[in-house]
């Protein structure tokens, strides 16, 4: 458990996923869910299992599906005690590809162009790395656990290898071809989530049973380093936001304090226009759900939303939102006046060194919040 917590925001190879976000999210209480479902599925407590799965699917019906067939896939290797060899074509999911494949329009096929992760090919060397040192690791924890008579790990360790390994091939079959480019968004190699979890808890008891004991110093020789390194890293990632973000207590990123001010002193149906990347530059953090207003496509996060659902004219929109902002850093009055008058924006969040003259009510070292007329 002191592994896993100590590594709960190292990457999951190149799937843009952490074991755990710095910030809630459904996938999050998921995979508290899925980790209590795979548990009561090794005990064969199916009425708890059953519960616990489905409570995974309700939130989050993705990381659902990878939990459900992996605990199908324990479940089956524990009665049978198979080798991996045997089992791997033993594990088919059926995917009805005919009737999920849509026909993509050209704006979706920009908005799944910024998803990079969708597509294993494009993954970079050390992020197919991520796909398998994991089961070499495995394959290790699997001959340690019978060396010393462990044959729970054993079981769990060669379970997890077939399940990486279907999941890799389905996520060859269903990112490589470019007809099937709508069924990239399934992501198949976001089941790599649940396996590093539960790599990193069997290389934690292994690590607790065969190495660290009772030794209360090799704990801390290990430990330190670990949560030390992890440390600097989140500090990397979010430099300008504070490492705990403590209820009460006044915020000193300036795109909050500017979002903070939106929320308290504009009107509640006023439309907004920001950098199109801001989220590159404020640590992440959503202005619609911070300032609680609405503001026009961005480049980020909305691309991501427009992804999953191929079929609606969502796409169409992000992309003629997204171009009429194009060139944002060199955006003058008259450009601002012109998404006024398509879109009826009637406030901006620009940066306060922008040579533009409009009337702001709002100023920080950063940012201007003006009103455009």
Not at 351 to 370: F, G, H, M, Q, W
Request: overall charge positive; glycine content about 4%.
């Amino acid at each position: 458990m002191v592994l896993v917590a100590a590594l709960l925001t190292l990457p999951v190879a190149g799937t843009s996923l952490y074991i755990a976000d710095q910030y809630l999210t459904s996938r999050s209480i998921a995979t508290f869910a899925l980790l209590f479902a795979v548990w009561n599925a090794w005990k064969e407590r199916h009425a708890a299992w059953i519960a616990w799965s489905v409570a995974a699917l309700c939130i989050h019906p993705l990381m659902g599906v990878f939990g459900i067939s992996y605990a199908l896939l324990l479940l089956l290797m524990k009665r049978r005690e198979s080798t991996v060899a045997k089992m791997l074509p033993s594990f088919p999911l059926a995917i009805p590809l005919t009737g999920l494949m849509t026909v993509s329009s050209d704006a979706y096929r920009v908005a799944v162009r910024t998803r990079s992760y969708f597509f294993i090919l494009q993954w970079q060397w050390y992020e197919w790395a991520g796909i398998f040192a994991p089961l070499v690791l495995l394959w290790l924890f699997s001959r340690i656990s019978r060396k010393n008579k462990l044959p729970a790990s054993d079981i769990i360790s060669r379970s997890l290898i077939v399940y990486g390994l279907f999941y890799f091939v389905a996520a060859l079959v269903l990112t490589i071809p470019e007809r099937f480019q709508t069924l990239a968004r399934f992501q198949p190699m976001r089941s790599l989530h649940l396996l590093y979890i539960l790599l990193f808890l069997l290389g934690g008891g292994l690590l607790g049973k065969c190495v660290l004991k009772r030794y209360a110093w090799r704990w801390i020789v290990l430990f330190l380093p670990v949560c030390g390194v992890m440390y600097f890293v989140q500090r990397q990632l979010f430099p300008t936001s504070p490492h705990i973000e403590w209820p009460g207590v006044a915020q000193a990123n300036d795109w909050l304090q500017a979002f903070d001010w939106i929320r308290r002193n504009t009107p509640i149906d006023a439309l907004f226009a920001i950098n199109p990347n801001y989220m590159e530059m404020d640590d992440q953090h959503g202005f619609r759900a911070m300032a609680e207003r609405s503001r026009l496509a961005d480049a980020i996060k909305d691309s991501g939303a427009v992804t999953m659902f191929p079929d609606l004219p969502s796409a169409e929109h992000w992309l003629e939102q997204t171009r009429a902002q194009r060139g944002w850093e060199h955006f003058q009055k008259a450009d601002f006046l012109r998404l006024n008058q398509i879109y009826g924006v009637s406030w901006i969040v620009i940066e306060r060194s922008a040579a533009i003259t409009l009337d702001c009510p709002y100023k920080n070292p950063t940012l201007r919040v003006c009103r455009v007329n």
